[in-house]
């Protein structure tokens, strides 16, 4: 959510009010209720997921290289496995039931392994031997990373707070809220069976009004914000549907969706790219909102002349070079997420259509493409509510505000005009003006019919 303000918003009216709790309550009441009837019972599934390794932390106290013994020769185009790294590596077991002991393992070779020196804090696995069970290997696993990654997430809270102050705090608020609502209702709810599609409909809109009033705080604005989300969620969950049915995508388009059907096979994979759709969209949608909002809101505190229309037309205006850069952000991180996957197809052989259709491809392009239609959406949609809401407020505040003995305004025009028309007189004595010559107010002063705008 970038959009951040640091005066709050003027309180709407009771009427305007009344109308948003009557629109807002009973959405988060029933989006409530669906969420206990969906939350999973009885724990979670046990899948096949293969033994469980024993891991244990180590240090790396000594490495030892040594040449490594020669290959039977290979047939000609056989791609190479790992660099040629052996020898062995001593570690000193920090934890479980041989702590403290030295242990020794082969140097990590192959493709990814880790590579290690001295003072390096690794994971340890140890593998009993087919041919003996009595004995067993060690193995380096993976570096351990636990306190980079402490250290990076106190950063970034720090940063966060220090920017945001409190609106930083309720931000990482609505964060942790988020993983808390993800990883105890939508993951496990998916795992039990459930459908994805409503689950992740269900688990969008709680983190949606959990993160937006906690972190916007409970205004008009905010519920605006809300609304504007809910409804261009459910758009993009219909579009997502009609899309995926229309490409015949089966949701087997990546090698983790392969993995999970291997595990888990009874998981709805073409539900699960549904509910990938809807869980990804929400971070761009809300943010899209929350800044419609605010700018209809900012506009009409500026210019309380403007009607309706006009406050629409121009905070549309806002969201089109908002739009224009955000699908740009949704085409890249989808990219990003799949560059290994672009890569590969650079080296496929296959014309350019049969690549662009086939199902691990077209699934991203269809992902990408339902989620800037929903954030378009989102724009006219949320625009229109504020308009609504800020006009009806502002109407109500006036009405409610005008008496007969209220003190007289200053007429914007002039006081416009005032300021930009040019000085001609000035003081020579208390009471008396001075006149200044034409020609130097012509040279200190554009006229007043020639724009100012610098041209693109």
């Not at 969706?257 to 509910?275: C, E, K, N, P, Y």
């Not at 996957?341 to 259509?353: C, E, H, N, Q």
Request: net charge negative.
């Amino acid at each position: 959510m970038a959009a951040d303000h640091s005066h709050p918003a003027p309180s709407a009216p009771p009427r305007v009010r009344r109308i948003l709790v009557v629109t807002v309550v009973p959405l988060f009441v029933a989006t409530v209720l669906a969420a206990v009837l969906l939350w999973p019972r009885g724990g979670s599934p046990q899948t096949d997921g293969g033994a469980d390794v024993p891991r244990y932390p180590g240090t790396v106290t000594r490495v030892v290289s040594e040449p490594c013994p020669p290959v039977p020769s290979a047939p000609e185009g056989t791609p190479r496995v790992g660099d040629g790294r052996c020898g062995t590596v001593d570690v000193l077991v920090d934890d479980g039931p041989t702590a403290g002991q030295q242990v020794r393992t082969p140097v990590p070779d192959g493709p990814g392994a880790p590579r290690v020196e001295v003072g390096d804090e690794v994971i340890l696995v140890e593998l009993a031997d087919p041919t003996d069970p009595t004995t067993s290997n060690w193995n380096i696993a993976e570096h351990q990373r636990g306190t980079p990654m402490v250290w990076l997430a106190v950063i970034f809270a720090a940063a966060i707070v220090a920017f945001g102050r409190w609106r930083g705090l309720a931000a990482l608020a609505g964060l942790a809220a988020s993983f808390a609502i993800l990883l105890t209702f939508v993951l496990p709810g998916i795992s039990a069976g459930g459908s994805p599609l409503l689950v992740a409909v269900v688990g969008a809109a709680l983190i949606m009004f959990v993160v937006l009033y906690l972190t916007h705080g409970v205004t008009a604005q905010t519920s605006v914000a809300v609304l504007g989300t809910l409804g261009s969620l459910v758009l993009t969950g219909v579009l997502a549907t009609i899309a995926t049915a229309a490409t015949h995508l089966t949701g087997f388009g990546s090698e983790d969706a392969t993995t999970l059907s291997m595990f888990q096979g009874d998981v709805d994979l073409h539900g699960l790219l549904l509910a990938g759709i809807i869980i990804g969209s929400l971070g761009v949608l809300d943010d899209v909102t929350v800044t419609q909002a605010a700018t209809v809101t900012e506009l009409a505190n500026a210019n309380p002349g403007l009607t309706r229309l006009q406050l629409y037309r121009a905070a549309t205006r806002v969201g089109r070079a908002h739009i224009a850069s955000t699908v740009n952000t949704i085409v890249l991180a989808y990219a990003g997420a799949s560059l290994p996957l672009l890569l590969l197809l650079t080296a496929d052989a296959r014309p350019i259509g049969q690549i662009l259709t086939s199902e691990f491809l077209a699934q991203e392009i269809v992902r990408s493409a339902v989620a800037t239609l929903g954030l378009i959406a989102a724009v006219p949609l949320t625009t229109g509510l504020a308009a609504v809401v800020t006009a009806a407020g502002r109407s109500a505040a006036t009405a409610s505000t005008d008496a007969p003995a209220s003190r007289p305004q200053p007429d914007r025009s002039e006081a416009l005009a005032a300021l930009i028309s040019p000085r001609t007189a000035g003081t020579d004595e208390p009471g008396q003006k001075r006149a200044t010559p034409p020609s130097e107010a012509t040279d200190r002063w554009p006229e007043s019919n020639r724009s100012t705008d610098t041209a693109w």
